[in-house]
C-alpha cells in the first residue's frame, strides 16, 4: 500500500512511501514503538500484523492538501482505518516550507569483496602490525547510500533506515558506515561526516537490540547477538534541522568504505519551499517486497563486486 500526499494543488506528490515505511518501520512489518513525531501502537507480538499508526509531523498547506493511499496489493484491504486533524487559519505565514517524505531502496548495496574476506576483531585481538581492514578510506562519498537528494531551500528533519543484514562474512556487524551530508552543492568532505551507522542513530558499539526515545531508537530489530536479520532505525533532528539554501545530498555508507552488500530501504522527512524537483518512479510491488529471511555468503557477489578504489 502507498501513502501520498500533495500540498495546494501540485500535480507531484510531496510524500509518496509504502505505508509502513512511513510510519516508521521497514521490511513490511509491525513493531510496537513510540517517538516525538512518529510511532506504532501493536502487541508484541504483533497480531496479523497490524498496528495503530500514528503522526505527528505539521503539514501546512495554503489552499489544498489531498492525502491518498493506494492498494497495490494482490488482494482486499480487510479494513483501513483514519483519522485527520487540521487547523484552519486567516492566513499562513510566509514562504512556510512544506512537509516532505520519500521512500527509497537499493537491494542489495553494490558492495566490493575483498574487505569482506577479513575480520577487523582478529586482526585487533592478534595485534596484527597492519590492519588494512580499516585502511581503506572513502574520499569522495560517492558510492554511499542515498537517503536523500533534494534541490531548493528548507531543512532535513530526520530519516528511518532499514537494513536486512544479507551479507555472511566472519564480521557481520552492518553498522560501520558513516553518515555524509551534503549541503548545497559542497564536494568532500562534507558539512558532516559522521563516525558510523551505529553513531548516528545515537549508539555505539553496536545496538542493545530494539529501544525508542522520542528522537532516535531502534523500532525493529534483528538478532542483536549476530546483528542478523532485519533491523529498522530512525533519527530526528527536530531540535536541531540541518538547513539548505540550494540542495541537501544525505547519505550513508553501507558498510566501512561501503564494503557491504546489504539491502538498504529509508524514508527521509524534510521540509522545503515549492516547487519541489519531482520524485522518482516508486518502484512497482515486486521490488517493494521483503528479501527471503537467508543469509548469502560472499561467492554470490563476488562476481559483481566493484573495483576498491581509495
Not at 510511532?39 to 498496528?51: D, E, G, K, V, W
Request: a negative charge; proline letters at 9%; aromatic letters at 14%.
Amino acid at each position: 500500500m502507498l501513502l501520498r500526499m500533495y500540498w495546494d494543488g501540485e500535480v507531484n506528490p510531496s510524500v509518496e512511501c509504502p505505508l509502513g515505511d512511513f510510519f516508521g518501520v521497514g521490511h513490511a512489518q509491525v513493531s510496537h514503538f513510540v517517538s516525538a513525531p512518529l510511532s506504532m501502537i501493536t502487541p508484541t507480538p504483533p497480531i496479523l500484523n497490524r498496528a495503530a499508526m500514528n503522526c505527528f509531523f505539521p503539514m501546512p498547506f495554503a489552499e489544498s492538501a489531498r492525502i491518498e493511499v493506494e492498494n497495490q496489493c494482490d488482494r482486499d484491504v480487510w479494513v483501513f482505518v483514519y483519522h485527520v486533524s487540521c487547523e484552519r487559519y486567516a492566513a499562513l505565514e510566509e514562504d512556510l516550507g512544506r512537509f516532505h517524505a520519500q521512500w527509497r531502496r537499493e537491494n542489495p548495496t553494490q558492495g566490493w569483496g575483498s574487505f569482506a574476506m577479513s575480520d577487523p576483531y582478529i586482526a585487533f585481538r592478534l595485534q596484527s602490525v597492519e590492519e588494512p581492514v580499516w585502511d581503506i578510506p572513502n574520499l569522495s562519498g560517492e558510492a554511499n547510500y542515498v537517503i536523500l537528494d533534494a534541490e531548493g531551500q528548507g531543512h532535513y528533519v530526520g530519516c528511518n533506515l532499514s537494513v536486512h543484514n544479507i551479507t555472511n562474512k566472519s564480521f557481520t556487524w552492518f553498522g560501520e558506515g558513516d553518515e555524509m551530508i551534503f549541503i548545497d552543492g559542497e564536494g568532500f568532505p562534507p558539512s558532516i561526516h559522521g563516525t558510523g551507522t551505529e553513531d548516528y542513530f545515537c549508539s555505539a558499539f553496536g545496538f542493545p537490540g530494539k529501544f525508542t526515545t522520542p528522537f532516535f531508537g531502534v523500532s525493529l530489530a534483528g538478532d542483536p547477538a549476530t546483528t542478523g536479520g532485519r533491523w529498522t532505525m530512525y533519527r530526528f533532528h527536530l531540535e536541531s534541522p540541518i538547513a539548505f539554501s540550494k540542495s541537501i545530498r544525505a547519505t550513508i555508507e553501507h558498510g566501512h568504505a561501503n564494503d557491504r552488500w546489504d539491502d538498504f530501504s529509508s524514508v527521509a522527512y524534510w521540509y522545503q519551499k515549492e516547487p519541489h524537483r519531482p520524485f522518482p518512479p516508486i518502484l512497482p510491488v515486486e521490488a517493494r517486497l521483503p528479501r527471503p529471511e537467508v543469509q548469502h555468503g560472499l561467492a554470490d557477489f563476488e562476481a559483481k563486486a566493484r573495483p576498491i578504489t581509495p
